[in-house]
């Protein structure tokens, strides 16, 4: 892929924040006073750990901001991101620990786009010059995706008024955008934008 493309492309996935936030500022000021009951929840991602190279592990947490269970609603989002040791086609093996920050927005239902940054650490050594590199990392994660929810307000089988932890499921689709602070030497023309799929698992409280 070549760089303008590559840049080209941060720049128009850049602006899906912007239009993130601009659709928070539209909501109804009645909504923002509407957040409803399991307004916590904890999720970690089940399918990058377990693919080869990528080996990704992610843990989060959301806490809903304002808005309704069935209609427009925020979460904002905080965790870890972490790649121990894991072969890599740059470096030899990648190591990579970072926390993440950002904004979900549900739009209907379970229907959401979020935007989240990664930022922290990583190091290994080049596959071209051989070099040992430890470098600040720094990602914007772009994704769309759907939260199937069960025992939760908004989800299947809660009643209102209940207690019990629900739980869901969120298959995600998006992207993951390197912002051009990582150095870990010579990419051999190995792009720093990668296409996603995710499958978030997580419980509500």
């Known amino acids: 892929m070549h760089?303008?493309?590559?840049?080209?492309?941060?720049?128009a996935l850049g602006m899906i924040p912007v239009g993130l936030i601009a659709l928070t500022c539209l909501a109804a000021p009645g909504e923002l006073s509407t957040v409803h009951?399991?307004?916590?929840?904890a999720e970690v991602e089940l399918v990058q750990p377990f693919i080869p190279t990528v080996h990704i592990v992610r843990a989060r947490l959301t806490w809903t901001a304002w808005g309704e269970a069935a209609g427009l609603r925020g979460d904002l989002v905080g965790g870890l991101y972490i790649r121990p040791h894991v072969p890599h086609d740059v470096v030899e093996t990648i190591d990579e620990y970072l926390l993440i920050a950002g904004y979900r927005q549900y739009l209907w239902r379970g229907l959401h786009a979020e935007a989240l940054l990664n930022g922290g650490v990583a190091w290994g050594t080049n596959l071209v010059d051989?070099?040992?590199y430890t470098?600040?990392?720094?990602?914007?994660?772009?994704?769309?995706?759907?939260?199937?929810?069960?025992?939760?307000?908004?989800?299947?089988f809660y009643?209102?008024?209940?207690?019990?932890v629900g739980f869901y499921f969120a298959p995600q689709f998006g992207a993951?955008?390197?912002?051009?602070?990582?150095?870990?030497?010579?990419?051999?023309?190995?792009p720093d934008v990668f296409v996603q799929g995710t499958l978030l698992a997580g419980v509500s409280f």
């Open 176 to 190: 993951l955008v390197g912002l051009g602070v990582a150095d870990i030497g010579p990419r051999n023309g190995k």
């Open 159 to 164: 009643r209102p008024g209940e207690d019990a």
């Open 37 to 41: 009951a399991h307004r916590w929840a």
């Open 130 to 132: 051989g070099k040992d």
């Open 135 to 156: 470098t600040p990392s720094l990602f914007l994660d772009l994704n769309v995706g759907y939260r199937f929810g069960f025992y939760e307000p908004g989800g299947f």
């Open 3 to 11: 760089w303008t493309h590559i840049l080209g492309a941060q720049q």
